[in-house]
């Protein structure tokens, strides 16, 4: 069985892989920019966010499917619901196949992956996502809390891949990394002091920069990444089983930066 290969670059082995937020992927900013940035990055979409994109017209009739409609998600709500109109004009015009973004499927078959990216990565992936499902003990009637857990299973299983976020409130972090540390998961935020990230928020500054995406820096649009830093590569199937026999959420922790 066979996973359909995604259109791609040459260059593309020299590409970052980046895992998009849920939450930026169904804001109207956030289509904007995945646009822009799919012939520079290597683009992931989770499988319970992929199932939103591909039919969001179900979910603007029912949007307490993906998030509760209380008070205090109004914001994001407003948000999701013009960029599910958006994604609903991309996929009446475009095939989203096309899209030049990647995604595991409900199969291998229905998955789109990069030419060099190993089959494995399945399998590894499903075992991980089913680990954070016994232990987070996650609402199946919510699918952004499943797309969350989609989405950090899929950045720990490419490895070196960050998760590209945002603040949807200026004066909080990032819906999924309250996800995190209401999981018990440590997502601790940088400071903009230490060299590294100062170096990093440069890269992808200039990146932006380079895509003719300036304006974004002025606008409401608080870009940030993510990283979730296991103790040990997850290289294997077996050594996932062999970690299902410990609190396997608790081996691994979430740094972040606004850019």
């Known amino acids: 069985m066979m996973p359909y290969f995604c259109p791609a670059r040459l260059d593309s082995l020299q590409r970052r892989a980046c895992v998009v937020d849920p939450v930026l992927a169904l804001s109207q900013s956030g ?8 012939g520079s990055l290597e ?22 499917l993906i998030l509760p409609v209380v008070e205090e998600n109004q914001p994001i709500l407003e948000n999701m619901t013009q960029a599910l109109l958006e994604w609903e004009k991309i996929d009446s015009q475009t095939d989203l196949m096309r899209l030049q973004l990647h995604w595991l499927g409900d199969s291998l078959r229905e998955s789109c992956l990069p030419r060099d990216r190993d ?12 680990q954070l499902d016994l232990q987070l003990n996650l609402p199946t009637n919510q699918l952004l809390s499943l797309a969350f857990r989609d989405t950090i299973a899929l950045a720990l299983c490419l490895g070196s891949a960050f998760i590209l976020t945002y603040q949807s409130r200026s004066d909080a972090s990032p819906e999924i990394c309250r ?46 990444v993510l990283y979730l830093i296991a103790p040990t590569s ?14 396997f959420h608790q081996q691994f922790r979430g740094f972040w930066y606004q850019i």
């Not at 440069?202 to 649009?221: A, I, K």
């Not at 997850?234 to 609190?247: E, G, K, N, V």
């Open 179 to 224: 996800f995190l540390e209401q999981t018990g998961i440590s997502c601790e935020r940088l400071s903009l002091d230490d060299e590294i990230t100062m170096m990093e928020r440069d890269y992808f500054r200039q990146l932006l920069m380079n895509l003719g995406l300036t304006s974004m820096f002025w606008t409401e649009l608080k870009l940030g």
């Open 43 to 64: 683009i992931w979409i989770a499988r319970e966010l992929w199932n939103i994109l591909k039919n969001p017209s179900a979910y603007l009739s029912a949007p307490e």
């Open 31 to 38: 289509i904007t920019l995945l646009m822009q940035l799919r």
């Open 119 to 130: 089959f494995k990565i399945f399998e590894q992936w499903e075992l991980l996502a089913q």
């Open 234 to 247: 997850i290289a294997t199937s077996d050594q996932l089983i062999l970690r299902s026999r410990h609190p």
